[in-house]
Nanobody, 113 residues
Framework: VQLQASGGGLVQAGGSLKLSCVAS????????MAWYRQAPGKERELVAS???????YYAESLKGRSTISRDNARNTVYLQMNNLKPEDTATYYC????????WGQGTQVTVSS
């Protein structure tokens, strides 16, 4: 199983990024999928999730600024983040929420003020 996240980068505060996560060796359509992030010196935290029946969850920190979505045909999960803030700086990872797999490399998001 591999979870390949991409789409991160360096952006100014107020900017946007769309993260992608391609899963191989598993079918996301039968999994609740989630995005997590880990900032330096902090615990990894759940920031958004989408169930296999379409329900979504957002952490308060991203609520109103982000949209999680999935393309089951492409086995890919997305996280659109808008109005980015310096406190969003972290490495972002995706994983199954109901049956976690080994963590991938993640994608780095850096937001400058």
């Amino acid at each position: 199983v591999q979870l390949q996240a991409s789409g991160g980068g360096l952006v100014q505060a107020g900017g946007s990024l769309k993260l992608s996560c391609v899963a191989s060796g598993m079918l996301i359509r039968i999994n609740s999928m989630a995005w997590y992030r880990q900032a330096p010196g902090k615990e990894r935290e759940l920031v958004a999730s989408t169930t296999y029946v379409g329900g979504t969850y957002y952490a308060e920190s991203l609520k109103g600024r982000s949209t999680i979505s999935r393309d089951n045909a492409r086995n890919t999960v997305y996280l659109q983040m808008n109005n980015l803030k310096p406190e969003d700086t972290a490495t972002y990872y995706c994983n199954s929420q109901n049956y976690p797999r080994p963590w991938g490399q993640g994608t780095q998001v850096t937001v400058s003020s």
